[in-house]
């Protein structure tokens, strides 16, 4: 929707009375934005230009002024990132792309972020965060089934040490996901999340799992919402395993979170509708599965996605091959001494064909050990 | 995220500052809420009351008088709307809702508002406008197919006169479907889309048919999101045939069109990635389906949900069990001579089972009849 008064587009307004600040007043001037539109629909109005908005305009610049003198250029906004390559390739992305005269401005409505989970927003090793969790479950689950014990892959599941991958084909992986996972509503799944999240701590490190997210990546998705960003995580992970706390920790509703699935049926129970959770894969959000996902839940193509793995590539591939500035960043885990370091051999986040591509195309690589100050929030 | 000044919720502070107001400034707040909460993670004081508040306290009331006083309370907000008991309903749900110290408050990122789309906010009749666009492909590709002038079901599809349903089969309706939906990229059938949105007219109205959206439900949307909740379409129709025009038509951006859909394949194409639509069914968002593909897309309960037929009733049902106020609304053909009249007996938007639980639960109807000023927008 374009937005005019007296010919003038709203956003180069603002953007003439605040020339120096590159564009960034635009996170609010797009609120503000969708509010006039919709309350010109209210009123009646959509196509006109009434005396109210020339009462708005000369409010608007007063409010803008106001809000954005003391505030968003008083300080860094990603102060966990070391002042090398990888920060000043997001910052000239971001300020490309939000500059209103800028030849790559983008309207606030098509900056789609696309963000993996596992290994790019939290920690994924040794095992991930979802094994942890699945056999947290089928541990929980033994009193009912004490006949696990002995059975496989139930029984590895029991007795591997947390802090170790069960030895398990993906048929006895899904088996144990499928048993941990469904058979139950999508309210009760939920709150058995919720309550394992708040609760469950990493073998090695200790911390909750909530408390293994990355500082610098948590600055940034709020970095990039700032300017009008939409985030999105676009994850293998479960979509009702992430849903749950997705909003608290990383400010990204349950709607905007994509993930891989399984089938779920509708069912009066009761005279009560409920919506269990069936047995069987619906979707499975990784590698081609990326750009099906964006597509089914976003329907349009994102101009960031961040990611750290092979499984990542094609979402790369996805995002970069639109028209338009694009950035692709890989979150490179290359320490060991804060976090783990790990990338062509690893089982888990597996970083080979992205990281030979990231190379050929001039994605943005981070290194986590030079290019974040910090890994993991303070405690608070 | 709970947000406090001083031990006070943010939005308490508003409304005292308003107490007359009825919580209408809230829409403003919560965005404003939004901006503080990222840019409280963007300096690193998540936990913390840095004297950046008091300044911001001061200012963001400033922001509100100024913003308000002059708008949102000059006008009604449903100027098409009758004043009979089915807008009384709309506008009392809201103030429960919205209103911060309402026993009935509802935050903003819970307010989910899922909107059916044919019947519901366009016209419906004689023929669901999809069936129309199938209708026009397969007549645009007879030139390739010169066979599918005598061969049914093809043949049916060509000679029936626009204003009748064409007599086919379910089965040969989904060959329809396939032939003119699959076997391109989403981008291809995207710009199909939008050329024929743009030209097409009604056979009887000869509007456009974007034009045959309904105004009092245009009103409906804008006052919702003025009000903080978050519009959704959740129809029987194909998401990929809603996307193109939803947002400019109704302010409700692709990723919050749910629809039905067909399945999509991660292809690369002379070395750049596409998705193509294949021919096979992925998702039926009708009935059963609606509640399903709420959860998946959205993975929370709307508040208010808005239809018209028997296959929003499993959305009504899912939409009204949630703890809490609710609100669902009916749209009742009852106007013959502006628009069309049907319920019980109509073969498309057939309304019986829906009506007659909404009478026992007292769910909203709309007699478009009586409760409608207008039914279409003027012409712009």
Redesign the interface.
Known sequence: ?EFEIHNLKFETICFRLFPKRNGKPL??VS?AK??I???R????T??GRPA?FT??KV??Q??LW??FS???F??D?L??WNDTAAKKAIVAFVERVTKPDSADFVPA?ER?AAFDNDGTLWAEQPIYIQFAFTRDRVKALVPQHPEWKTKPPFSKFISTPKEEMVAVTEHELMEMIMVSHAGMT?EEFGKIVSDWIATAKHPQTGKLYTEMTYQPM??L???L??NSF?TFIVCGGG??FM?PWS??VY?I?????IGS?GK???E?RDG??I?MKLPEI?FVDDK??K??GI??????RPIAAFGNSDGDL?MF??TT?GSGPRLALIVHHTDAQREWAYDRQSHIGKLDKAWDEAIAKGWTVVSMKDDWKTIYPSS?
Chains 1, 2 share one sequence.
């Not at 629909?41 to 009646?44: A, F, H, K, L, N």
Request: proline share 10%.
């Open positions: 929707m996170a609010i609120r969708q509010f539109d919709n309350t629909v209210c009123y009646g959509p196509g109210f009462i708005m409010l608007i007063l409010l106001l809000l003391p505030v968003l008083a300080a906004s102060p966990s409505p789609i999508t948590l600055e998705l709020a970095y919402r700032a939409k979509i009702e849903r909003e608290k400010g509703p349950p709607e905007q979170v699935s779920l049926q509708f009066m009560k509708p919506l619906n081609e599965g750009p099906v597509q089914q839940h976003i329907g349009r094609q591939q996805w091959a608070r």
